[in-house]
């Protein structure tokens, strides 16, 4: 008997009665879940973060405005010059 197959979010094994594929990987159909708001998520309107995480399309779309917009102050952060200082000799 092949050993079981890992939940990608949970690590435990899932068996064919409980699993569910998405994004090329397996899931128990419970942890098929939005990070945020913990609704059931259907297939269509499943988003996956680049941390592997899932998400609803509201949140997904709220998690890249977060990461846009953090990328834009680090961006504003780096290029901050700070005033030369002017002096004056008597």
Same mark, same amino acid.
């Given at each position: 008997m092949p050993p079981a197959e890992k939940c990608a979010l949970c690590v435990k094994n899932?068996?064919?009665?409980?699993? #569910?594929?998405c994004f090329g990987l397996l899931y128990h159909v419970?942890? #098929?879940r939005c990070a945020e708001c913990k609704q059931a998520l259907r297939v269509e309107k499943a988003n996956r973060s680049k941390t592997g995480e899932l998400y609803c399309k509201v949140h997904f779309k709220l998690l890249e405005?977060?990461?846009k917009r953090k990328m834009e102050e680090e961006e504003n952060n780096n290029n901050c010059t700070i005033p030369a200082q002017i002096i004056i000799e008597p």
């Open positions: 899932v068996y064919r009665a409980e699993q #569910f594929q419970n942890c #098929f405005e977060r990461q």
